[in-house]
Structures are given as structure tokens and as C-alpha cells.
């Protein structure tokens, strides 16, 4: 039984979108489906493993209810704004149970810019993936249903497979959304706009006093507590444009991102962002940046004077989700603000010894009493043997036990992050005709806390060969 939709963001102004309809690859198969979000869209099992699934995958299905279109939107690219961008590649295709299925690598759209509106296999499978082990991990996300490939090729680097991936959202408005609209002084349809984000994300706020301002209030929250989250687990974005940032605070858009090797706040894995812009330490600044970009778009709508109030409580909103966080995944029962420059002295330390930032946690997590493994991830141990001394310390103020903390943390580590040189791995095995990995790496994606000791190398500190690897915005 084929999936029926609905299209509300059409309920909008013409100029909020262009109606467009996906061209289809030629002969596509099917890389994967995921079953879990195909359950949270309300589809069958006889329908994702029938044949039309795979049209439906490559847009060659239409769907009772679907009028097909993509979203137009401005946005600031490394700091300097850009009046027209759009979806050039990703074509959105109804929603079905609060969800937003859009394909990307569609086809060329009005917003294309000269490009051919395709996405190659590498840089889907690292979307398909990295979504996938976000959501997992307990941080906002946008996911994916399905992955495509065809032997039709486009050029990127070097003449490539190309590929396309139904992915879906709770909501793919984002801060240069709304750009658009203020720069170009459409006030009736930046309102309606506003209108709609309301609805579709913030439903709770309906009829309330100084509405917009709440729901500015709202995203800097939202978007504060998602840095927290990156932060915490060692997430580098790459391209932190207002475009590709979500009004509903979902990590949205995987492109040249990374999680951290070895701890390091200049890290950057992008090699566009030569300025290091988007490096992984300067995220929470460049956040709090274009909610400044987006409190300005707000700005015919809402008191700049009170929105500047509510953004400056984003450091404070942030500080105390990091710590909140970082204690849980430290052991500590009541983590305290006097334990903010506990925890940076443990930063610092990992960054002078080049630790693995993952490894570290889950090797901490077994820690009892006995240094030896901690001891190891480093060349030099006085500094380690310096903080856990004062770690020792900290924790003796905890209510439970040594086992209880380790069963605590053990559930906010994770064993397994997504590292670069893996899911490339997997890419090269898939040019091969090979799926093992990649199914491997979405089993891990799934279930990054489980000990999977098959899969133990990929628990180990990342090769030296293969660490601090920076990627196009293609990848």
C-alpha cells in the first residue's frame, strides 16, 4: 500500500518555494532501507520490500497527495551573506506522520545555480550514516529512510556514481529561511512564514503572549543545547552557513564533517575553511553568531532590544547543558558550576596529550581504581596522573558506587563514533560491489553503546595515518 502525504508548507506565498518535480536516476537499486523510520512514516513492510519502493526512493512514484517542490532560502556562507540560495539539489516530497520526506540529489530546481542537482554515493552514504549515528546518540537529528545508487555518473573530483537518499525531518526550515524574506522586505510572507514554524514545530506556544518573541526565545534555547551536544561528543559540523542551520534545532545537512580523533579545539575538517571559521572549538561562538543573523531577520517582527536580552542568555543556556552533560558522562552525581574549570582542566589535558577523545570516555568508564589503561592512551602520565588524581577526589562525594558509576557511564559513552576513515572504508568497499561494512557501520550507528566485540579495531584510537582528515563540501 503506497504511503498517502500531505503538503502544508504549500499553504504558503509562491515565493516561499517553486514547484518541481525529481528526475529520476537510471536503473537505481537499492543500498539500504531503514526500518525503524519507515515504521515512524507508516508504511508497510509490504510496501518497502516491494519493487515500487525503490521508484518511490528515486522519485519516480508519485504519491497520492504529493505535490512536489523545492524550499527557497538566503543564508550567510562563511560570514557573508548570500541573497538567494534555496534547494538546489533536495526536492521535498509530503509529509506523512509529522514527518518530512525530501530527496536529495534530485535533480536540478530553480535554486540549482548552475549545478546539476545530483549527490554522488560518497556523500550520501556519509549523510545516510552520520544521521543515523547522531540520532542514536541522543542528539536532535534529521534521518534518513532510504539510500540509492546508479551507474549514471557526474563529475565532482573525478567522474562519480551518483546516488540519492530519502531523508526526513520534522522541519527543514532553517534561519536563512527566513533571510530571505527580511532582505527582500517581504514582511506578509516572512510573518506567514513565522506562522507556519510555529505550527509545525512549536505547536505548545499557540495563542500565548508576545508570541514571536517566545518563539525566538525557543530556538536560542534549542540551538544553545544542540551545540552542548556536538561539543560534548566531539562533532565537527564543517559548514555552520544560516543555511544550514535548523529553526528546530536538528542537526541538519552532513557534509564535511567529523568526529574528533585525537581531542583538538583548532581542529578543523573542512578544507574550504581555510580561517577555520567552523572549527570544531569555535562552533558555540559561530552559533550564537547567526542567531544573531536570524534575531535580525526577526527584527520587523519583534523588538531587536528584546531579542538581544533573550540571546544573551545563550552562554549561560549553553554553559549549563555542557556541564550538565559532561558531568553525566564523567560520573559525577551533582555536577556543580565550580566543576566547569574541573572539567576544562581535563580538556586541556587531553588536547596536550593527544588522547582520542571517545576512547578516553569509554576508557574512563571502566575506570576503578586502576590507572593502567588511562596511562596508555598517552606518551606522557604525570598530566594524567594529575587530574585523576583530583578526579579520584571528586568522585568520592558520589552517593552510589564504583560499579553503579561505571554502569552510568557506560550509558553516555559510546563505544563506537562514525570516524571518517571508517565510513570511507565502507564507501570504497560499496565502489567495489562490497556492503559488508557499510552494514556493519549502520548496525554501529544503531547501537553505539553495545559492546560489539567483533568490531573491536573500530573502538581503538584512530591510525595515525588516518586522523585530522580534511573533506570537500562535496564529500
Known amino acids: ?23 529520476p536516476l537510471k536503473e537505481p537499486t537499492l543500498i539500504h532501507t531503514n526500518k525503524e523510520v519507515a515504521n515512524n512514516l507508516g508504511l508497510t513492510n509490504e510496501f518497502i520490500q516491494s519493487s515500487e519502493f525503490v521508484d518511490f526512493a528515486n522519485g519516480a512514484l508519485p504519491l497520492e497527495g504529493s505535490d512536489n517542490f523545492a524550499m527557497c532560502y538566503a543564508g550567510h556562507q562563511f560570514g557573508f551573506f548570500v541573497p538567494r540560495l534555496g534547494d538546489g539539489r533536495a526536492i521535498n516530497i509530503g509529509v506523512s506522520n509529522n514527518l518530512q520526506m525530501q530527496l536529495k540529489g534530485a535533480g536540478q530546481t530553480l535554486y540549482s545555480r548552475q549545478g ?65 524574506f527580511a532582505n527582500k522586505k517581504k514582511y506578509k510572507e516572512l510573518e506567514a512564514l513565522v506562522d507556519y514554524t510555529i505550527a509545525e514545530s512549536f505547536p505548545h ?12 526565545t525557543e530556538i536560542v534555547e534549542k540551538t544553545a543545547k544542540l551545540l552542548a551536544h556536538w561539543q560534548s561528543v566531539g562533532f565537527n559540523h564543517g559548514v555552520m552557513n544560516t543555511d544550514n542551520m535548523s ?23 573542512n578544507h574550504t575553511d581555510r580561517d577555520g571559521r567552523y572549527s570544531f572549538g569555535n562552533q558555540p561562538h559561530i552559533a550564537q553568531w547567526n542567531l544573531k543573523a536570524l534575531m535580525i531577520a526577526f527584527s520587523p517582527l519583534v523588538s531587536i532590544a528584546q531579542m538581544e536580552k533573550v540571546l544573551l542568555n545563550f552562554g549561560t543556556i549553553y554553559s549549563k547543558e555542557f556541564l550538565h552533560i559532561m558531568g553525566e558522562k564523567i560520573g559525577i552525581e551533582s555536577i556543580q558550576e565550580r566543576d566547569f574549570a574541573f572539567i576544562k582542566k581535563m580538556l586541556e589535558m587531553l588536547q596536550l596529550l593527544q588522547i582520542d577523545y571517545t576512547l578516553f570516555f569509554r576508557t574512563l568508564s571502566h575506570y576503578q581504581g586502576d590507572r593502567t589503561e588511562l596511562l ?29 558509576r561505571r554502569e552510568k557511564m557506560l550509558k553516555k559513552n559510546p563505544k563506537y563514533v562514525l570516524k571518517n576513515y571508517m ?20 548496525e554501529i550507528a544503531q547501537t553505539p ?23 570537500s563540501c562535496s564529500s
Not at 160 to 179: C, K, N
Not at 205 to 216: G, V
Not at 451 to 468: D, L
Request: glycine fraction near 4%; include cysteine; charge should be negative.
Open 1 to 23: 500500500m503506497r504511503p498517502k502525504v500531505s503538503n502544508p508548507y504549500l499553504k504558503l506565498p509562491d515565493l516561499c518555494y517553486d514547484r518541481v518535480n525529481p528526475t
Open 449 to 471: 553503546f553495545s559492546e560489539h566485540i567483533e568490531y573491536n579495531r573500530w573502538a581503538e584510537a584512530t591510525p595515525n595515518k588516518f586522523k585530522n582528515q580534511k573533506l
Open 247 to 269: 529553526i528546530a534545532g536538528l542537526s541538519i545537512d552532513y557534509g564535511p564533517y567529523a568526529f574528533l580523533d585525537d581531542y583538538d579545539t583548532n581542529f578543523i575538517c
Open 376 to 404: 596508555k592512551l598517552g606518551l606522557y602520565h604525570q598530566p594524567m596522573h594529575d587530574w585523576i588524581d583530583d578526579y579520584d577526589e571528586r568522585v568520592e562525594y558520589n552517593s552510589f558506587s564504583k560499579e553503579v
Open 423 to 442: 565510513i570511507q572504508e565502507a564507501i570504497e568497499g560499496i565502489e567495489e560491489g562490497d556492503y559488508t561494512l557499510f552494514n556493519a557501520l549502520f
Open 116 to 180: 546539476d542537482g545530483r549527490a554522488v554515493v560518497r556523500s550520501s552514504v556519509r549523510e545516510y550514516l552520520m544521521s543515523e549515528a547522531m540520532y542514536n546518540l541522543g542528539i536532535p537529528t534529521t534521518r534518513a529512510l532510504a539510500i540509492i545508487q546508479s551507474k549514471q555518473k557526474v563529475y565532482r573530483e573525478d567522474w562519480e556514481e551518483t546516488s540519492m537518499v530519502l531523508r526526513v525531518s520534522s522541519s527543514w526550515v532553517r534561519f536563512g529561511t527566513f533571510e530571505y
Open 205 to 216: 506556544l499557540a495563542d500565548t503572549p508576545n508570541l514571536y518573541l517566545k518563539l525566538f
